[in-house]
């Protein structure tokens, strides 16, 4: 069975420029996460998606993030413009919903780097 | 708040070195506590679910056990191959979340 699926695996941007990362997440899984793992930190939830809907959107700063499902299944996280500080590991995860939903199935994550 | 700290940042230890990896918590409402392995460039590989005090749970050399505020992930003679960074996090019933520790990195020299 596949695991979940990221890309691109890294990208290097300049400030202030658009970036773009996408999930596709394990089959049959309806909930899917965004996470930023910072160095030497644990990963932070962005986003939490049941289905088509973002359940809990408190912690992504939507003055430049914004997240998208489009039918239930793939997702793309974006940043515009990027700034310094968000060079960090972004890591999408799935699971299945409700008491299940603290183990979840990780992406190997795409790494950033914004210079 | 929910809050979990996990302990000692980092562990080196000799083959064959037994040890342990702790993880204090802080949580309104535990739906459960988890550990996860995350090996350098890849994402977190989930290991353990632990629901309710006293409870404990193998896998080969890992065993991980839950009390009312901390969790320990006991490694019993260590490979290798067990060199990770061990990361615990508590998934609250308040807010849905899963809040994680800051990580535990092992080194296991031959």
């Known amino acids: 069975e596949a695991g979940v699926v990221q890309s691109p695996r890294y990208k290097i941007i300049e400030k202030k420029q658009p970036v773009a990362f996408w999930c596709n997440p394990i089959?049959?899984?309806?909930?899917l996460y965004w996470y930023r793992q910072n160095l030497g930190q644990g990963p932070e939830l962005l986003i939490r998606?049941?289905?088509?809907?973002?359940?809990?959107d408190s912690q992504l700063p939507k003055d430049r993030f914004s997240a998208e499902r489009l039918k239930g299944v793939d997702s793309t996280l974006k940043i515009q413009p990027a700034e310094l500080g968000d060079s960090a590991v972004y890591l999408c995860a799935s699971s299945f919903p409700g008491l299940a939903g603290g183990e979840q199935y990780f992406g190997p994550g795409t790494r950033l780097t914004v210079t | 708040e929910d809050q979990v700290t996990q302990s000692p940042e980092a562990l080196r230890l000799q083959e064959g070195e037994s040890s342990s990896l702790n993880c204090s918590y802080t949580v309104s409402g535990l739906r459960g506590l988890f550990w996860y392995r995350q090996d350098p460039g890849k994402g977190p590989e989930f290991l353990f679910t632990?629901?309710?005090a006293g409870e404990e749970k193998e896998k080969e050399r890992l065993k991980a056990t839950l009390t009312k505020k901390e969790s320990f992930l006991h490694i019993t003679a260590p490979k290798p191959e067990d060199s990770a960074t061990y990361l615990c996090?508590?998934?609250?019933?308040?807010?849905?979340?899963?809040?994680f520790g800051q990580g535990t990195t092992l080194q296991v020299k031959p």
């Open positions: 089959s049959g899984h309806n909930t």
């Open positions: 998606y049941e289905n088509e809907e973002a359940v809990d």
């Open positions: 996090a508590v998934h609250s019933s308040n807010t849905g979340k899963l809040i």
């Open positions: 632990l629901y309710s």
